[in-house]
Every structure is written in structure tokens, then in C-alpha cells.
């Protein structure tokens, strides 16, 4: 049975950092492409960024552009976000997701089988 669990989130001013990490058990980190997503209450689940089993290729929701980074650690079993440059409508409940059906990367929260517990971001003014 395929895990994830997020760590990281926190309360920060705007302009900070945090960085988000999360842990996949179960099955081979290797077979899975791997996302972050974040939702705000009453709003849908919205793709951040996504990034391919390689590391090779990452996808960007266009807010993020330039502050946020994906990347993955395959002998650690990990997957990262550094979050640059935060603003107040970053504040979110973010999630970590997971799909071993295709190895290209999205930003659509169906394409995505598994999913962490979340971890809450907020980002002051």
C-alpha cells in the first residue's frame, strides 16, 4: 500500500521561504511521477507543480513560475518544494500526490492515484 506523508508547512510573512518535503512508502519511488497541489476551503484542489519519475521534466502552474522549485531525491524516496518569495494567496493546505499509470507530468488533480495527508502553509502580510 502506497504512503505519503508531507512534512514542512508552517506560518511565515510574506517574502519568506519554507521548503515542503515528502516521504512515498510502499512501492518503488522510481515507478511514480509526483505532484504538489494546495486548496484553499470552498475552492478546488489546484496543481502547483509536477515532476516526471526521472526528475527530468517539471510542469509549473503559472503563479509559482520562478519562485517555486520541484524536485526529487530517488535514493532518499523524497519529493521537495522550495517555496521562494511567498505571498499571502500561497497560503493553502498543500498535498503531495502520486501516479504510476503515465510518466509525463500534470497538473490535473484526477491524473493523481495516491495522496498525502496534507500540510498547512500560511503566509502573512
Known amino acids: 500500500q502506497v504512503q505519503l506523508v508531507e512534512f514542512g508547512g508552517g506560518s511565515v510573512q510574506a517574502g519568506g521561504s519554507l521548503r515542503l518535503s515528502c516521504g512515498l512508502s510502499g512501492s518503488p519511488f522510481t515507478y511514480y511521477r509526483m505532484a504538489w497541489f494546495r486548496q484553499v476551503p470552498g475552492k478546488e484542489r489546484e496543481g502547483v507543480a509536477a515532476?516526471?519519475?526521472?526528475?527530468?521534466?517539471?510542469v509549473y502552474v503559472d503563479s509559482v513560475k520562478g519562485r517555486f522549485t520541484i524536485s526529487r531525491d530517488n535514493d532518499l524516496n523524497t519529493l521537495l518544494l522550495e517555496m521562494n518569495s511567498l505571498r499571502p494567496e500561497d497560503s493553502a493546505m498543500y498535498y503531495c500526490a502520486a501516479d504510476s499509470r503515465v510518466r509525463v507530468p500534470d497538473l490535473g488533480p484526477t491524473s493523481y492515484d495516491y495522496w498525502g495527508q496534507g500540510t498547512q502553509v500560511t503566509v502573512s502580510s
Open positions: 515532476i516526471s519519475p526521472s526528475g527530468g521534466t517539471t
